[in-house]
């Protein structure tokens, strides 16, 4: 199972804070990868990915440690079935001269494939 964890940290201002904030959240157990959205002024997004749910006082008292402070958590079990999900309803079958499928109007027929099959002259 995949989780993502979304934290909101505040008082971060530099690239400095992020490197000590990457450093201290990734050295809790089973943290796999982190990203930072760097918001001066606001709460920062630290997304921190994992194959099973963390422990969120851990990661609340690596951000502490680090010198910030969690503002929000929030936690997406089974992250990646969501987003395939999510982009599955996006996608949808359309009428092209590909043959993949055609659209929802029933009368819809796929374009009409043409090939040059002259060979130029050298």
Known sequence: MSTVTTLGVTGMTCGNCV??????VGAVAGVENISV????????????????PLDEAALREAVDEAG????????????????????AADRKAHNCGCGCGTDSAADATPAEKTYDLQVPKA
């Open 37 to 52: 959205d760097l918001n001066v002024g606001g709460a920062s997004e630290v997304t921190v990915f994992s194959d099973e």
């Open 68 to 87: 910030y402070e969690v503002a929000s958590y929030e936690v997406q079990l089974n992250a990646q079935a969501a987003q395939s999900a999510e982009q």
């Open 19 to 24: 490197s000590h904030v990457t450093k201290d």
